[in-house]
């Protein structure tokens, strides 16, 4: 069988917007340029998509248009390595996942242990902020709550407000011993984000669980954040102006 035939067997078996390199149709290193010829080869007749350079995907169409991959998909290699979890997607898709803003943008910011510069990749702008805590499957949903409440300024779309009565209500739906874990995470974020989380859970009646929050803090420094008192009482209390 031709490699070119070989390639286009396994693109029919991926799902539509999945995105692949040469690596995912050959193991033996003499057929890797034939498989990269040949890729190159279907991108340019319009049988599949380059996203980047080595990285490629099938077109899904929808009644809107083509789609394209999903942020996970565009980023993925970013986010596992040798099957171990190394970061995970943030910043403005979440943001709208978490219905703190209605935009979209070709910008995915991605949390890891150890950052490097932002690249574009495509149309997407890809940026890394540095998480401090360990990254597991069962914490990255905290994660990205606490990094939305840590760059609530930026948050577009958006005043800080509307962004806390939909932290309010966000953090009202977590269990118990995911609030816990969320303020044990905290402690290793920045002090106004720990402020902020303090505030906001005294608001929905969890001031049990913030007392090493409060401890962790420096008991004379200020944060501003002109936040309504109707809107979040307790900020006071949390030296948040």
Known sequence: M??????????????????????????????????IKSLNRLA????????SKGKF????????????????????????????????????????????TTQVSASIQIGKNETRPAFRRDRYRISFIKQKNTITK????????????????KIPDASIESSCKRFIAILSQLQEQEIISLTKLAKKYPPS????LGALLEKIGKSDVTKDLR???????????????????????????
Do not use: C, M
């Open 44 to 51: 340019s007749s319009g049988k599949i998509n380059k996203l």
């Open 138 to 153: 069962e914490n990255i949903p905290l994660l990205q709550i606490l990094d939305a409440i840590r760059f609530i300024k």
């Open 57 to 100: 995907y099938k077109q899904e169409n929808s009644v809107f248009g083509s789609l394209p991959p999903t942020e996970y998909q565009v980023v993925k290699d970013l986010l596992e390595k040798n099957g171990k979890l190394i970061g995970y997607i943030t910043g403005y898709g979440i943001y709208n996942q978490l219905n703190l």
């Open 215 to 241: 401890k962790s803090l420096n008991p004379i420094t200020r944060y501003k954040l002109s936040i309504p008192e109707n809107v979040l009482p307790s900020a006071k209390n949390w030296n948040i102006s």
């Open 2 to 35: 031709k490699t070119i035939d070989y390639v286009r067997i396994k693109i029919d078996k991926l799902p539509k917007g999945y995105v692949f390199t040469y690596a995912d149709f050959v193991t033996e290193v003499n057929k890797r340029e034939a498989v």
């Open 193 to 196: 984000t720990r402020a902020l």
